[in-house]
T-cell receptor, first 113, second 115 residues
């Protein structure tokens, strides 16, 4: 069955430090991969997506992610975290059949000053 | 640019009552998806519609039903509400262009609280 694993439930980083959020997926076909960010009680904002092509994708707010097929991973990175980045981050894979999204459990990012 | 509209944004109901959530997709989007996000949970796919027909079904309780209308807006009807139905309900829309995968655009969500 299709699944998305985000192994880190919580991550705390200092402001200005680099960030990497891990995401592994299990899906037999071509993966369509997404990262969303959600502030408490708010909606889902798309950070970036990977459909095909260059495996390093750039997103909004200075985020980037790298697709590694051999590792079934799509990790999210940011070189310098800002306090406003504190939120919950969801990795998701889009199913080719039916087009639905399967989400990971999310990683809560805390930023300390 | 126009976005997905959901109404109401907040809804409070008592147990065993019914609730109707509405979703208005982005213009020219003919596919609508519903997701449920419980407290501290990830969003879970409920159901989707393409051209007014159900296209996929996830973990949607039998107490829930949904439909898509001729103007492509969709309604999620929830009956015999239970405390566990309290959640954030997202609607998303996408164009049905026939491409292999069509990106979904999410609405702001409806927060349902069942007391």
């Amino acid at each position: 069955a299709q699944s998305v694993t985000q192994p880190d439930i919580h991550i705390t980083v200092s402001e200005g430090a680099s960030l990497e959020l891990r995401c592994n997926y299990s899906y037999g076909a071509t993966p369509y991969l997404f990262w969303y960010v959600q502030s408490p009680g708010q909606g889902l904002q798309l950070l970036l997506k990977y459909f095909s092509g260059d495996t390093l994708v750039q997103g909004i707010k200075g985020f980037e992610a790298e697709f590694k097929r051999s590792q079934s991973s799509f990790n999210l990175r940011k070189p310098s975290v800002h306090w406003s980045d504190a939120a919950e981050y969801f990795c998701a894979v889009g199913m080719e059949y039916g087009n639905k999204l399967v989400f990971g459990a999310g990683t809560i990012l805390r930023v300390k000053s | 640019a126009a976005g997905v509209i959901q109404s109401p944004r907040h809804l409070i109901k008592e147990k065993r009552e019914t609730a109707t959530l509405k979703c208005y997709p982005i213009p020219r989007h003919d596919t609508v998806y519903w997701y449920q996000q419980g407290p501290g949970q990830d969003p879970q796919f409920l159901i989707s519609f393409y051209e007014k027909m159900q296209s996929d079904k996830g973990s949607i309780p039998d107490r829930f039903s949904a439909q898509q209308f001729s103007d492509y807006h969709s309604e999620l009807n929830m009956s015999s509400l239970e405390l566990g139905d309290s959640a954030l309900y997202f609607c998303a829309s996408s164009p049905g262009t026939g491409a292999t995968y069509n990106e979904q655009f999410f609405g702001p969500g409806t927060r349902l609280t069942v007391l």
